[in-house]
């Protein structure tokens, strides 16, 4: 059973930055060829897709969030991180790494406000 623990989150005014990590463990006899996900959900919504990246390198994002986030991943690690720039209040909410099938992590808290 594998396990993904984030970290990262906190308060930071718009504009600021914050960088999310995602940790794996437990039974992980492949990852590297495994994609990753970044989702989100804000109070009152659906969980979105936040950004994925696959095995090979290949990212994708969120039309909100193109051009201010970058995902990018450390196979040696079992680490995945979410690079967030020029953050916007909407950007609030609870950011959740994913690993298909079934994995979640409990996720962590980013909230954009002066």
């Known amino acids: 059973q594998v396990q993904l623990v984030e970290s990262g989150g906190g308060l930071v005014q718009p504009g600021g930055s914050l960088r999310l990590s995602c940790s794996a463990s437990g039974i992980i006899f492949s990852i590297k060829n495994m994609d990753w996900y970044w989702y989100r959900q804000a109070p009152g919504k659906e969980r979105e897709l936040v950004a994925s990246i696959s095995s090979r390198g290949y990212t994708n994002y969120a039309d909100s969030v193109k051009g201010r986030f970058t995902i990018s991943r450390d196979n040696a690690k079992n680490t995945m991180y979410l690079q967030m720039n020029s953050l916007k209040p909407e950007d609030t909410a609870v950011y959740y790494c994913?690993?298909?099938?079934?994995?979640w992590g409990q996720g962590t808290q980013v909230t954009v406000s002066s």
């Open positions: 994913h690993l298909p099938p079934d994995a």
